[in-house]
Each structure stands twice: as C-alpha cells, then as structure tokens.
C-alpha cells in the first residue's frame, strides 16, 4: 500500500540548530515526492519537489530509494521556519498528463524554532 | 501565477441547512481540483478529486451525496455540504493543477462551523 510516514508531530529546536523533519515512503513504482509547507494563518504551498533537487529557504531533500526516505533538512534553522511542514507522494494513477494524480499526505510535523 | 481562491473565508450555518464554497483558479485553467478537510490537529484528508466536465472521484468513507461536488468549468469547483451537522465543521480547502502547472496549488481555505 502506498503510505507516507512523519514520525514526529512536533519538532522543536533552536534558532542556528540543524533540523531533520524525516519523511518515509511506501511505494512500488519510481516515487514522486514533495514538500509542502504552511505558515500560520497561510495557505499551503509547495517547499520542494525532489525531481529538482534544488534548495528553497535553504531547505533540501534528498531521496533515499535504499532507506524509502525523503528527509527535510536545514543546517540553520530560524524563527521563520516555524511552520507546519507535509511530505506528500503522488499516486501512480492519473491521466496522460498527470494531472489528476493525487497525492497521498503524512500527517505532517509541526517544527518551533525557538530564539 | 498559480493563484488559487476560495469563498467564503469562513460561514456559519445551522444543522440541517446546506452551504456551498467555491474553488476558483484565477490566472490559470484549473482541470483537476481537489477538496480536503484539516483536521484540529492539522492532519489533511484528501475527500474528493474532480475533473473538469466529469464526475468526482471520492475517497473511501467519504459520503458523496452529503458532499457534492461540481466541476462545470476549467476555473471553478463548488463543494456543497448537505444537511450540514456539528460535526461537518471542519477546515476545507481546495487545490487545482493543469493548464501547465503540475502541482497542486493550494486555496486558502474556508472555515466551516455548523450550529
């Protein structure tokens, strides 16, 4: 069964500390992963996607087919970061084009960066 | 690009009545869009994905006559709460992809609080 796992619901680190949000994944094909982040009182929004492997906010996300992993990581977390932070996998079926694929959702890790 | 609305922000309304909010893609054509709840605790479930012009594919558990969903066009799709109860209150939100964008771009989200 596909299935996305965060295993901490809460997080909490210093302002300057390296933070880890770990994400794992169940899934038989090739994975699509992402993260999506929400600040207070915001809509969601996309952090990072892993086919680009690039860096938003000084986040990455490296994934780990031998460990079924997609961990969120930043070397120096700030008081900005504080949000609530959802590693999602986007099933197989679909259309063509993808578009109608939908993305099955962990249940998120609420990260406090404290001063 | 990518901007996605909801309406209303937030309603109130009595057992028994129904209420409807609206999905719209503003700057882009919307052809799937995707309805969630959030949970107090944050958590997302995915209730229904719609596809322009065709009917909505339901999540498992998740009433279709109680939750009604209409994608008549590229840019709106409607989520209508039928004979709604106290425990239908609920964060709802929206997302659209298509029309070039491959990720799923979040609304911000209706407060829903039946009385």
């Known amino acids: 069964a596909q299935r996305v796992t965060q295993p901490e619901k809460l997080l909490s680190v210093f302002k300057g500390a390296p933070v880890e949000l770990k994400c794992n994944y169940s899934?038989?094909?090739?994975?699509?992963l992402f993260w999506y982040v929400q600040y207070s009182r915001q809509r969601l929004q996309l952090l990072l996607r892993?086919?680009?492997?690039?860096s938003i906010k000084g986040f990455t996300a490296d994934l780990n087919k031998g460990e079924t992993s997609f961990h969120l990581k930043k070397p120096f977390a700030q008081e900005e970061d504080s949000a609530m932070y959802y590693c999602a996998l986007r099933d197989g079926e679909g259309d063509n084009a993808g578009n109608n694929r939908k993305l099955i959702w962990g249940l998120g890790t609420s990260l406090g960066v404290n001063p | 690009g990518a901007v996605v609305s909801q309406h209303p922000s937030r309603v109130i309304c009595k057992s028994g009545t129904s209420v409807k909010i609206e999905c719209r893609s503003l700057d882009f054509q919307a052809t799937t869009m995707f309805w969630y709840r959030q949970f107090p605790k944050k958590s997302l479930m995915l209730m229904a994905t719609?596809?322009?012009?065709?009917?909505?594919?339901?999540e498992q558990g998740v009433e279709k006559d109680k939750f009604l969903i209409n994608h008549a066009s590229l840019t709106l799709s409607t989520l209508t709460v039928t004979s709604a109860h106290p425990e239908d209150s609920s964060f709802y939100i929206c997302?659209?992809?298509?029309?070039?964008?491959?990720?799923?771009?979040f609304g911000p989200g209706t407060r829903l609080t039946v009385t």
């Open positions: 899934y038989s094909g090739s994975p699509e």
């Open positions: 997302s659209a992809s298509g029309g070039g964008y491959y990720e799923q771009y």
């Open positions: 892993h086919i680009s492997r690039e």
């Open positions: 719609s596809n322009e012009g065709s009917k909505a594919t339901y």
